[in-house]
């Protein structure tokens, strides 16, 4: 735990880091909105798709790597599992040009019902920070076709 998690300072709250989380706790199985960040270890990345297939909430993932085809085997599945992958970026609200998006039991209930229909119908958000290894990286994902997701030789 972090020395400062769950310290207040007016309107900020410092988070709560727990570490380690497994499988047999209820932080494992219930949705965070924070300040709280359960931090779980994986073994490999087949471990981490499987949490993830597993899990019933489905916001947000991301992805750390320079490697195209390690990002690609990740983001090809996330995609239908979450409605945004981050590239070298950390989960986060989306600036307010993106829609909220969920999957899975996530974000249920939170949306009027013309709202939800027309924001929920978007398949999923890929976001990355704008710099040149993540314009180089998600380049060579798109230009050597390696996903199946991140693509734009079709039409919508």
């Known amino acids: 735990m972090n020395a400062r998690g769950g310290k207040q300072d007016r309107t900020i709250v410092a988070p709560t880091v727990l570490y380690p989380v497994t499988a047999s706790m209820r932080v494992y199985d219930e949705e965070q909105f924070g300040p709280l ?3 779980v270890r994986y073994k490999d990345t087949a471990d981490i798709i499987q949490s993830v297939l597993q899990s019933s909430f489905g916001q947000q993932a991301s992805i750390f790597s320079k490697n195209p085809a390690t990002v ?48 929920f119908s978007i398949r999923a958000v890929v976001a990355t920070k704008d710099n040149k290894v993540n ?18 030789d079709y039409l919508f």
């Open 37 to 39: 960040i359960p931090i």
């Open 72 to 119: 690609t085997a990740l983001l090809d599945i996330l995609v239908n599992q979450v409605s945004r992958v981050n590239i070298n970026a950390q989960c986060q609200r989306g600036p307010d040009i993106l829609p909220f998006t969920g999957r899975k039991n996530s974000a249920a209930g939170t949306l009027s019902i013309s709202d939800a229909l027309r924001i």
């Open 135 to 152: 314009q180089d990286l998600v380049s060579t994902i798109m230009n050597q076709k390696l996903s199946k997701y991140l693509r734009s």
